[in-house]
């Protein structure tokens, strides 16, 4: 659905990644990641793109964009109901994949450590109902460095963030301000809590 809303807004070059989770780890599936991102830069002729990623797709790219140099190819980033703090529903699958993502794990810890100021612009987007990512504020990309703007939406579940009208409406609007269209949302520093209308 967001691919369809994006291509509505006038946005002509939206692709998509699909992977499989289980068993391969943040730093492996985020290696998938790049080779996407590169496939689209050479397919758009883009030097930098933007990138919008949802649960674990916004730590893998938070992984590509610090551990893999990804801020030299990424303009925008948004992540929509990501566990940037790691999430304790992690601990109900005994996997590589569901381990990095428990609070504290390495993968959380070392992300954490390694915010540094670049010139992506980051997004998060959450929720106070997302039943996935607990606790909810663990969504929020409070990393002072990085100059995250967080979009609080309530009342949405973990999947309902990808389908809501109004996170729809709220991705668009961040990507066009990157873009330079309309008004500019909100500026990259200092971080900011926007709740969209």
């Known amino acids: 659905m967001l691919d369809r809303h994006l291509r509505r807004a006038g946005f002509?070059?939206?692709?998509?990644?699909?992977?499989?989770p289980r068993g391969n780890g943040v730093p492996r599936l985020?290696?998938?990641l790049a080779r996407r991102v590169e496939e689209v830069r050479a397919l758009t002729g883009a030097d930098r793109?933007?990138?919008?990623?949802?649960?674990?797709?916004?730590?893998l790219l938070r992984w590509y964009v610090q551990e893999m140099g990804g801020e030299q190819?990424?303009?925008?980033?948004?992540t929509l109901g990501s566990p940037h703090e790691g999430t304790v529903m992690a601990y109900l699958w005994p996997e590589?994949?569901?381990?990095?993502?428990?609070?504290?794990?390495?993968?959380?810890e070392r992300l954490a450590a390694g915010a540094r100021?670049?010139?992506?612009?980051?997004?998060?987007?959450?929720?106070?109902?997302?039943?996935?990512v607990r606790p909810t504020t663990a969504a929020r990309l409070r990393a002072p460095a990085?100059?995250?703007?967080?979009i609080e939406v309530h009342g949405l579940g973990h999947l309902?963030?990808?389908?809501?009208?109004?996170?729809?409406?709220?991705?668009t609007a961040q990507l066009e301000a990157a873009e330079g269209v309309g008004v500019e949302v909100t500026p990259l520093t200092p971080p900011a809590d926007v709740r969209p209308a």
């Open 146 to 150: 990085l100059g995250a703007t967080n």
């Open 49 to 59: 793109i933007h990138v919008v990623g949802h649960s674990l797709g916004g730590i």
């Open 73 to 78: 190819t990424v303009a925008a980033a948004i």
């Open 160 to 171: 309902a963030l990808m389908i809501s009208p109004k996170v729809l409406r709220a991705v």
């Open 117 to 132: 100021p670049s010139p992506v612009r980051w997004v998060a987007v959450w929720s106070d109902a997302d039943e996935l």
């Open 30 to 32: 985020a290696e998938k």
């Open 96 to 108: 590589r994949t569901a381990r990095h993502l428990r609070p504290g794990s390495w993968v959380i």
């Open 12 to 20: 002509t070059s939206v692709h998509r990644l699909n992977y499989v």
